[in-house]
């Protein structure tokens, strides 16, 4: 068994005449929602185009910040390459590995080698399901002036994410392919409406 600690997770897309019904759907089969407005900043190693030169994939490191929660604290994660879709053919199951940081998640980031990439908001609903949590979402583009999210066009197309809720691990007593099953579970609740689906992220 590895000892990595593992994300399980599923992903779709729709446009906005969907949300009401889909809306319906997931709220139907989660424990709880509410709404979320996250910001995210990507980060990559102060050598990135020197790994890619040598044809090294750099790991980027992410740092998200729940806007919607008073007190919230930033969280920092990063994505390990996807296992081999002959390993996991129905679902994005990849090595996953996050910390909280109390303080200037930013300049920690800074400190560890690591410099801004990008930044973006995301703005939509969070739901619980069991293992699970339900992300649904548009994302906001940063004004380069401000800073601040623009809020995306009403017609802007919604990204939905069905992922563990935190690192699992792979062992005889959880196998992954019991978090896998979940995440098909909510495959299947959706079909007709939301097509659900792995990708190689």
Known sequence: MSSHLYEVALFGEFFSQDLPAILNRITLHSESAHQMHARE???EPFDAQHQ????????????????LEPGAKWMLYS???PESVRVHPEA???P????????DA???ASTLGYVRRSQIYKRGYVFRRGILVIQMFQQEHVDPKTQKPI???????????VKTAAPVRNSQETPLS???????EVQLLMKGLLDLRRQDV
């Open 41 to 43: 900043i990507v980060f």
């Open 178 to 184: 019991q978090y896998v099953q979940a995440v098909l």
């Open 151 to 161: 809020p995306s066009k009403p017609d802007a197309l919604w990204e939905v994410e």
């Open 92 to 94: 994005t199951v990849r």
């Open 79 to 81: 994505y390990l390459k």
């Open 52 to 67: 890619r030169d040598t044809g090294t994939e750099p790991i980027l490191l992410r740092a998200r910040k729940e806007l």
């Open 96 to 103: 996953w590995a996050n910390c909280q940081v109390v303080g």
């Open 106 to 108: 930013l300049r920690f």
